[in-house]
């Protein structure tokens, strides 16, 4: 008896061999289900979903990994070795400075958990800064608010080295986790 729903069978059909595989058998075969669907919801955690997974996680959230955000390292640039003469592709006039870029997996975790705790969010002041501070969970960039009393709020933002394509999630409003009506600035501090 290799499943736990075959410890179940009482003493007196133990000696029936036949009852015995056929029950074998069945549980076996819950048994292994229930393995699947644990190692599902292993597979769709949200800090260890990759790729794809990812993306079905996005689907279910109800937030894409697609954002419009500055092109960077195409255009030619004298600051850069990969992109001086003969690398980069010159800027004509009509490219535009902006495009639709897909996220790396950790922005992309980060706009999720943002849209997660906007999900979950009752709209009280009180609850706002865990859901705040769950956006980046390792601690790694600080996030607060403030109140203005004037309709408006203010979002500080600090951390040692925020990637640009961060600074450009939190500009664009991908984290708006706000009370409806209210206006809100960002203030981005590194270092």
């Known amino acids: 008896m290799s499943n736990r729903y075959s410890t179940l069978i009482p003493s007196a059909q133990r000696e029936a061999p036949k009852f015995l595989a056929t029950a074998e058998a069945v549980g076996q075969a819950?048994?292994?289900?229930?393995?699947?669907?644990?190692?599902?919801?292993?597979?769709?955690d949200l800090d260890k979903a990759l790729g794809r997974q990812l993306d079905i996680l996005g689907e279910w959230i109800g937030q894409i990994r697609t954002i419009n955000a500055p092109i960077e390292d195409y255009f030619f640039t004298?600051?850069?070795?990969?992109?001086?003469?003969?690398?980069?592709?010159w800027k004509n006039h009509y490219d535009a400075d902006f495009g639709y870029v897909d996220l790396d997996d950790e922005n992309?975790?980060?706009?999720?958990r943002a849209k997660i705790g906007a999900n979950n969010w009752d709209g009280t002041v009180e609850t706002l800064p865990a859901i705040l501070q769950s956006i980046w969970p390792k601690g790694d960039i600080q996030i607060r608010f403030s109140d203005n009393q004037d309709m408006t709020m203010t979002v500080y933002i600090q951390g040692k080295a925020i990637p640009?394509?961060?600074?450009?999630?939190?500009r664009q409003g991908y984290l708006a986790i706000k009370p409806g009506g209210i206006t809100?600035?960002?203030?981005?501090?590194e270092g």
Do not use: C, M
């Open 30 to 44: 819950f048994t292994l289900q229930q393995q699947v669907t644990n190692d599902l919801i292993a597979a769709f």
């Open 184 to 189: 809100v600035t960002y203030d981005i501090t």
């Open 78 to 89: 004298l600051d850069s070795e990969t992109l001086g003469f003969d690398y980069g592709n």
């Open 164 to 170: 640009t394509i961060t600074k450009e999630i939190i």
């Open 108 to 112: 992309y975790r980060t706009l999720l």
